[in-house]
């Protein structure tokens, strides 16, 4: 079969973009929910609106991002890559995926006073950074694996099958470093 029939037999980028979106995130929630003895549809659904609605767009893009940098004329090496993708997964961003956990898990009234909001986001990037240096070592073997090993166009599929295991540990460790 001549090469250019195999674009129609193979998903898209975008394609394989928005189902590891849709459905990679909320499934790694639910795993780490299971393993609590939980299960929260406020909570699958606003993972799957997240995965769907942002992961699936910033994540693929800031790769892209990092394929492209050029330093003195040479692209970065796949430390410069590793480490990249760790500035990405920082405590904040791990924060604000806690932080939409808590959305997803709480009664938030309109009405709260700045001091509970800030204790909430205070809380949140709490877990964020403790969650980061408790799976460092996971982090950096996993995204040195993802930036060396796969192309760029399949780099999101391969974090977000790691943001779903991280998932799993985010759910335990929401609880644990609360």
């Known amino acids: 079969m001549p090469s250019g029939h195999n674009r129609f037999l193979l998903p898209s980028e975008k394609t394989i973009n928005s189902l590891i979106g849709w459905l990679l995130y909320p499934f790694g929630d639910l795993i780490g929910q299971l393993l609590l003895g939980k299960f929260e549809p406020s909570r699958i659904l606003t993972m799957t609106l997240v995965g769907g609605l942002l992961y699936r767009f910033e994540i693929p ?8 940098i050029s330093i003195r004329g040479k692209k970065l090496n796949w430390i410069g890559r590793t480490i990249g ?35 909430v986001i205070s809380d949140c990037l709490l877990v964020g950074f403790k969650s980061f240096l408790a799976n460092l070592p996971i982090s950096i073997f996993g995204n040195l694996i993802i930036q060396t090993k796969l192309p760029v166009k399949y780099r999101f599929a391969g974090s977000a099958t790691l943001s779903a295991i991280f998932a799993i540990s985010y759910a335990i460790e929401y609880l644990l470093f609360r």
Do not use: C, E
Not at 61 to 68: E, H, I, T
């Open 85 to 119: 993708a760790m500035l990405y997964f920082n405590p904040l961003w791990i924060g604000r995926h806690v932080f939409f956990i808590y959305l997803a898990t709480h009664q938030f009234q309109v009405g709260n006073d700045m001091h509970s909001i800030l204790s």
């Open 61 to 68: 893009a800031w790769f892209k991002m990092l394929d492209s």
